[in-house]
Protein backbone atom coordinates (compact mmCIF):
# COMPACT_ATOMS: atom_id res chain seq x y z
CA UNK A 1 0.00 0.00 0.00
CA UNK A 2 1.29 3.19 -0.51
CA UNK A 3 3.42 5.26 2.23
CA UNK A 4 3.09 8.61 3.39
CA UNK A 5 2.90 11.48 0.93
CA UNK A 6 3.74 15.09 1.52
CA UNK A 7 3.46 17.69 -1.15
CA UNK A 8 4.80 19.97 -2.35
CA UNK A 9 8.51 18.29 -1.91
CA UNK A 10 10.38 21.86 -2.46
CA UNK A 11 9.89 25.24 -2.37
CA UNK A 12 11.01 28.32 -1.65
CA UNK A 13 9.50 31.01 -0.15
CA UNK A 14 10.15 35.35 0.80
CA UNK A 15 10.35 36.32 4.37
CA UNK A 16 6.94 37.39 5.82
CA UNK A 17 4.88 34.92 3.46
CA UNK A 18 3.44 32.42 4.74
CA UNK A 19 3.28 28.41 3.64
CA UNK A 20 1.06 25.01 3.90
CA UNK A 21 2.62 21.82 3.41
CA UNK A 22 0.14 18.66 2.95
CA UNK A 23 0.60 15.46 4.34
CA UNK A 24 -1.62 12.03 3.35
CA UNK A 25 -1.21 9.42 5.65
CA UNK A 26 -0.92 5.70 5.17
CA UNK A 27 -4.40 4.31 4.65
CA UNK A 28 -5.60 3.11 8.01
CA UNK A 29 -3.49 5.12 10.09
CA UNK A 30 -5.08 8.04 12.30
CA UNK A 31 -2.41 9.67 13.33
CA UNK A 32 -0.27 11.94 11.73
CA UNK A 33 2.59 14.02 13.48
CA UNK A 34 5.02 16.31 12.54
CA UNK A 35 8.79 17.25 12.65
CA UNK A 36 11.50 19.83 11.51
CA UNK A 37 15.11 19.06 10.80
CA UNK A 38 17.85 21.52 10.80
CA UNK A 39 21.28 21.39 10.91
CA UNK A 40 21.66 23.23 13.97
CA UNK A 41 18.51 21.77 16.16
CA UNK A 42 17.93 18.45 14.50
CA UNK A 43 14.89 16.45 14.26
CA UNK A 44 12.18 18.83 16.85
CA UNK A 45 8.41 17.63 17.23
CA UNK A 46 6.32 20.24 16.07
CA UNK A 47 2.75 18.82 16.81
CA UNK A 48 0.64 15.39 16.54
CA UNK A 49 -2.98 14.92 15.24
CA UNK A 50 -5.37 11.80 16.03
CA UNK A 51 -8.80 11.87 15.39
CA UNK A 52 -8.52 15.59 13.81
CA UNK A 53 -7.94 16.54 17.33
CA UNK A 54 -4.13 17.97 18.22
CA UNK A 55 -2.69 15.77 20.90
CA UNK A 56 0.60 17.18 21.76
CA UNK A 57 2.55 20.34 20.35
CA UNK A 58 5.80 21.03 20.41
CA UNK A 59 7.96 24.09 21.37
CA UNK A 60 7.31 26.14 18.76
CA UNK A 61 6.02 29.62 18.27
CA UNK A 62 2.19 30.31 17.70
CA UNK A 63 3.12 30.82 13.77
CA UNK A 64 3.49 27.27 13.42
CA UNK A 65 -0.04 26.04 13.29
CA UNK A 66 -1.73 22.73 11.92
CA UNK A 67 -5.12 21.18 11.10
CA UNK A 68 -6.10 17.35 10.17
CA UNK A 69 -9.49 16.40 8.47
CA UNK A 70 -11.88 13.38 8.61
CA UNK A 71 -9.92 11.58 5.99
CA UNK A 72 -6.44 11.90 8.39
CA UNK A 73 -5.02 14.20 5.74
CA UNK A 74 -3.23 16.54 7.41
CA UNK A 75 -2.00 20.06 6.84
CA UNK A 76 1.13 22.27 8.84
CA UNK A 77 0.97 25.94 8.38
CA UNK A 78 3.77 28.29 9.15
CA UNK A 79 2.76 32.13 8.91
CA UNK A 80 5.25 34.99 8.87
CA UNK A 81 8.21 32.98 7.48
CA UNK A 82 11.79 33.49 8.61
CA UNK A 83 15.07 32.42 7.48
CA UNK A 84 15.17 30.31 10.63
CA UNK A 85 12.31 28.28 9.10
CA UNK A 86 14.15 26.79 6.47
CA UNK A 87 14.31 23.15 6.96
CA UNK A 88 13.18 20.14 6.10
CA UNK A 89 9.79 19.26 7.60
CA UNK A 90 8.72 15.71 7.96
CA UNK A 91 5.01 13.98 8.30
CA UNK A 92 4.95 10.82 9.96
CA UNK A 93 1.69 8.87 10.71
CA UNK A 94 1.09 5.52 13.15
CA UNK A 95 -2.13 3.63 13.62
CA UNK A 96 -2.75 5.52 16.69
CA UNK A 97 -1.12 7.45 18.86
CA UNK A 98 2.68 7.81 18.85
CA UNK A 99 3.16 6.16 21.76
CA UNK A 100 3.61 2.53 21.97
CA UNK A 101 3.42 2.47 17.56
CA UNK A 102 5.72 2.24 15.22
CA UNK A 103 5.57 5.61 13.02
CA UNK A 104 6.74 6.03 9.25
CA UNK A 105 7.59 8.85 7.60
CA UNK A 106 7.00 10.65 4.31
CA UNK A 107 9.95 12.24 2.26
CA UNK A 108 9.58 15.18 3.61
CA UNK A 109 8.68 19.05 2.31
CA UNK A 110 12.37 20.80 1.64
CA UNK A 111 11.39 24.65 2.66
CA UNK A 112 14.07 27.18 1.66
CA UNK A 113 12.94 31.03 2.90
CA UNK A 114 14.85 33.86 1.47
CA UNK B 1 13.02 16.23 29.29
CA UNK B 2 14.40 13.16 28.12
CA UNK B 3 18.24 13.52 27.24
CA UNK B 4 19.27 11.22 24.15
CA UNK B 5 22.60 10.65 22.98
CA UNK B 6 24.21 9.04 19.97
CA UNK B 7 27.65 7.86 19.46
CA UNK B 8 29.80 7.92 17.74
CA UNK B 9 28.69 10.82 16.19
CA UNK B 10 30.84 10.30 12.66
CA UNK B 11 31.88 6.87 11.52
CA UNK B 12 33.87 6.32 7.94
CA UNK B 13 34.19 2.20 7.28
CA UNK B 14 35.12 0.18 4.52
CA UNK B 15 32.29 -2.25 2.74
CA UNK B 16 32.02 -5.25 4.47
CA UNK B 17 33.02 -3.84 7.53
CA UNK B 18 31.23 -4.46 10.93
CA UNK B 19 29.40 -1.51 12.94
CA UNK B 20 28.08 -0.92 16.32
CA UNK B 21 26.01 2.52 16.76
CA UNK B 22 24.77 3.38 20.61
CA UNK B 23 21.91 5.47 21.77
CA UNK B 24 21.79 6.41 25.57
CA UNK B 25 18.57 7.59 27.38
CA UNK B 26 18.42 9.19 30.41
CA UNK B 27 14.62 8.37 31.50
CA UNK B 28 12.46 5.54 30.97
CA UNK B 29 11.14 5.15 27.68
CA UNK B 30 7.34 3.60 26.48
CA UNK B 31 9.29 2.85 23.13
CA UNK B 32 12.53 3.13 21.39
CA UNK B 33 13.00 3.26 17.22
CA UNK B 34 15.46 3.12 14.73
CA UNK B 35 16.14 5.33 11.64
CA UNK B 36 18.21 5.48 9.17
CA UNK B 37 17.81 8.78 6.83
CA UNK B 38 18.83 8.62 3.13
CA UNK B 39 20.49 11.07 1.27
CA UNK B 40 16.96 12.45 0.16
CA UNK B 41 16.09 13.25 3.27
CA UNK B 42 13.54 10.12 4.12
CA UNK B 43 13.53 8.17 7.31
CA UNK B 44 13.05 4.82 7.06
CA UNK B 45 11.91 2.91 10.01
CA UNK B 46 14.31 0.30 10.82
CA UNK B 47 13.14 -1.27 14.14
CA UNK B 48 10.58 -0.79 16.77
CA UNK B 49 12.64 -1.93 19.69
CA UNK B 50 11.42 -1.02 23.26
CA UNK B 51 13.34 -4.18 25.11
CA UNK B 52 14.78 -6.99 23.73
CA UNK B 53 16.61 -8.12 20.45
CA UNK B 54 15.25 -8.21 16.84
CA UNK B 55 17.09 -8.79 13.30
CA UNK B 56 16.71 -7.83 9.98
CA UNK B 57 18.95 -9.49 7.46
CA UNK B 58 22.26 -7.82 7.83
CA UNK B 59 21.15 -4.99 10.89
CA UNK B 60 19.94 -6.30 14.66
CA UNK B 61 18.80 -4.02 17.39
CA UNK B 62 18.89 -4.58 21.34
CA UNK B 63 17.47 -2.38 23.61
CA UNK B 64 18.23 -2.61 27.48
CA UNK B 65 15.63 -0.80 28.43
CA UNK B 66 16.78 -1.25 32.78
CA UNK B 67 20.57 -0.10 31.80
CA UNK B 68 18.84 3.00 29.25
CA UNK B 69 20.56 2.11 25.96
CA UNK B 70 20.37 0.89 22.72
CA UNK B 71 22.65 -0.86 19.99
CA UNK B 72 22.01 -1.06 16.19
CA UNK B 73 24.21 -3.88 14.98
CA UNK B 74 25.42 -3.43 11.35
CA UNK B 75 27.06 -6.31 9.64
CA UNK B 76 28.77 -6.75 6.04
CA UNK B 77 28.12 -2.66 5.57
CA UNK B 78 27.08 -2.20 2.17
CA UNK B 79 27.83 1.50 0.46
CA UNK B 80 23.62 2.11 0.60
CA UNK B 81 23.67 1.54 4.37
CA UNK B 82 25.41 5.09 3.90
CA UNK B 83 23.34 7.55 5.53
CA UNK B 84 22.85 9.03 9.11
CA UNK B 85 20.83 6.76 11.68
CA UNK B 86 18.77 8.19 14.67
CA UNK B 87 16.91 6.59 17.27
CA UNK B 88 13.71 7.98 18.77
CA UNK B 89 12.16 7.38 21.78
CA UNK B 90 9.17 8.36 24.00
CA UNK B 91 8.68 8.68 27.41
CA UNK B 92 5.55 7.82 29.29
CA UNK B 93 2.87 10.19 29.53
CA UNK B 94 5.01 12.87 26.76
CA UNK B 95 2.92 11.20 23.43
CA UNK B 96 6.04 12.36 21.08
CA UNK B 97 8.98 11.42 19.74
CA UNK B 98 12.34 12.50 20.88
CA UNK B 99 15.36 11.83 18.56
CA UNK B 100 19.37 11.86 19.14
CA UNK B 101 21.04 13.68 17.19
CA UNK B 102 22.14 11.15 15.04
CA UNK B 103 25.33 8.73 13.90
CA UNK B 104 26.35 9.67 10.27
CA UNK B 105 27.69 6.41 8.99
CA UNK B 106 29.64 6.67 5.62
CA UNK B 107 30.75 3.09 3.75
CA UNK B 108 33.34 3.59 1.09
CA UNK B 109 33.46 1.01 -1.46
Known amino acids: KAGVTQTPRYLIKTRGQQVTLSCSPISGHRSVSWYQQTPGQGLQFLFE???????NKGNFPGRFSGRQFSNSRSEMNVSTLELGDSALYLC?????????????FGEGSWLTVV | GIQVEQSPPDLILQEGANSTLRCNFS?????LQWFHQNPWGQLINLFYIPSGTKQNGRLSATTVATERYSLLYISSSQTTDSGVYFC???????????FGQGTRLTINP
Open chain 2, 88 to 98: AVDQPGAQKLV
Open chain 1, 49 to 55: YFSETQR
Open chain 1, 92 to 104: ASSLALVSGNTIY
Open chain 2, 27 to 31: DSVNN
